[in-house]
């Protein structure tokens, strides 16, 4: 799947996960996480590696943390 939200193309997309003030959360086969603006259809936030694998599984905890899974059996606990 790609992500077409902006003009560009991202990293192909593994999951995503839509987050109560309408971004958009896209884990990306590389090991990277994107953060969209739907309302500005632009990167709000982007990290590159944040897994060895593919970002398979995202869930939002509470206001303003979000869990990872991955590929590469490792689980990252993020503040956002």
Avoid: P
């Avoid at 593994?14 to 959360?25: C, P, R, V």
């Amino acid at each position: 799947i790609e992500c077409r939200i902006i003009n560009s193309t991202l990293n192909y997309i593994e999951s995503f996960l839509l987050l109560k003030d309408s971004n958009l959360l896209c884990g990306t086969q590389e090991g990277s996480i994107i953060l969209l603006d739907t309302k500005k259809r632009a990167i709000e936030y982007e990290r590159d590696e944040v897994h060895r694998g593919a970002v398979n599984a995202m869930i939002n905890i509470g206001r303003r943390y979000i869990i990872t899974g991955s590929k590469d059996t490792w689980i990252n606990i993020w503040k956002y």
